[in-house]
């Protein structure tokens, strides 16, 4: 069992950053695949980012929409994963989700919103 929590979501204008942050607990942090997902009201869940497990090397994968704005990243002395996020667009405004795979199981957080907006 893995517990996700997410923080750093807020109010940022265009242009500006925002450092989500997931703090995961209850199982080897290094052994999953982490993911940030975004969901905005009536729309289907995309992924943003990804790095995989430390055995697999931390290999990133982005969204063609936030390519080259976003960064993924992971910090396995303290269980965490991050996405900076640069160079905001209003439509990068969605709840986000960190998640954790490994193998079968997949875990969630229970979001935090982002607003970009002036």
């Known amino acids: 069992q893995v517990q996700l929590v997410e923080s750093g979501g807020g109010l940022v204008q265009p242009g500006g950053s925002l450092r989500l942050s997931c703090v995961a607990s209850?199982?080897?942090?290094?052994?999953?695949?982490m993911g940030w997902y975004r969901q905005a009201p009536g729309k289907q869940r995309e992924l943003v980012a990804s790095?995989?497990?430390?055995?697999?090397?931390?290999?990133?994968n982005y969204a063609d929409s936030v390519k080259g704005r976003f960064t993924i990243s992971r910090d396995n002395e303290k269980n965490t994963v991050y996405l900076q996020m640069n160079t905001m667009k209003p439509e990068d405004t969605d709840v986000y989700y960190c998640?954790?795979?490994?193998?079968?199981?997949?875990?969630w957080g229970q979001g935090t919103q982002v607003t970009v907006s002036s």
């Open positions: 998640t954790a795979r490994y193998v079968t199981l997949n875990y």
């Open positions: 209850g199982s080897i942090f290094s052994m999953y695949a």
């Open positions: 790095i995989t497990s430390v055995t697999s090397g931390g290999r990133t």
